[in-house]
């Protein structure tokens, strides 16, 4: 069984389009639509082809429209996208993100699977490095064969105890410097991270044409093209941390 696992895509259609992957079955990790300028496109390829799909904070912020406020960095792209990307969705696109489950346990070509988007200790927030030590403790004890992950936008496989940890990286939004489009392919008990360029002059042009604000605009098109955050700010978010879609906006280490 060929399984593909992607999250993370921020309502990117261009990179989500690139992965031409096939698959027998396909996981996301949550994190569909904030940031980027087509959340429906990729909502509607999510509903169509994912067989298993969790809630990441940004769809929880925005399925619930959580205030969030944010001078800086990725905390101020939420800010500045959450409203408009309300705005693009139809209410069945929210009460679809609204319905996501926050965890997801079951069974599939012989394995046994969790999918959350951050942490099995706390699905939509906990941000935890791709450290063993750090993921043995939060997978001990589960029943389960694989844990996917997504939420740092950091690609890694690591065993943690007799569990493996996955997580696939972001489809649409970059921070490493790399901007190519991020994903996950387990066949034969075997994962491989794999990263696909996409047309970033298509992913610009949609954010030039997009209801956000000349800053958001500006902020987006150089982390599509760079591949990370490169305008200065006040720290928050600026770091290449994840943009906290709580209400209370709290990093958890």
């Known amino acids: 069984m060929r399984i593909l696992v992607i999250g993370d895509v921020h309502a990117n259609w261009p990179a989500l389009a690139a992965i031409r992957e096939s698959f ?3 996981l996301c990790v949550g994190d569909l639509v904030e940031y980027g300028p087509d959340p429906r496109r990729v909502i509607a390829w999510v509903r169509e082809n994912a067989a298993r799909c969790v809630r990441g904070n940004h769809d929880h ?11 800086g960095g ?5 800010m500045a996208t959450r409203g408009p990307t309300i705005g693009l969705l139809a209410p069945a696109d929210r009460k679809y993100l609204a319905g996501l489950p926050t965890s997801d346990m079951f069974a599939l070509g012989g394995k046994r699977f969790l999918l959350v988007h951050a942490t099995p200790r706390d699905p939509l927030d906990e941000y935890v490095s791709p ?11 589960l029943p389960v064969d694989y844990v996917c992950v997504g939420h740092t ?6 065993d943690a105890g007799p569990v493996k940890v996955i997580n696939p990286g972001s489809v649409g939004l970059q921070r490493d410097g790399n901007p190519n489009a991020r994903y996950a392919v387990i066949e034969d008990g075997r994962v491989e991270l794999k990263e696909v360029a996409y047309d970033i002059d298509a ?4 954010v030039a044409a997009a209801p956000f604000d000349a800053r958001a605009k500006r902020l987006l098109t150089d982390v599509y093209r760079s591949g990370r955050y490169v305008h200065g700010g006040n720290g928050n978010g ?5 943009a906290n879609g709580s209400a209370n906006g709290a990093v958890k280490k």
């Open 203 to 206: 992913a610009v042009a949609a």
């Open 153 to 158: 936008h950091q690609p890694f496989v690591l």
């Open 238 to 242: 600026a770091n290449g941390h994840h």
């Open 131 to 141: 450290d063993p030590a750090l993921w043995t403790p939060r997978v001990a004890g």
């Open 24 to 26: 027998d079955a396909c």
């Open 74 to 78: 990725f905390r101020y792209l939420t």
């Open 61 to 71: 912020g925005t399925a619930q429209n959580v205030d969030i406020h944010g001078v």
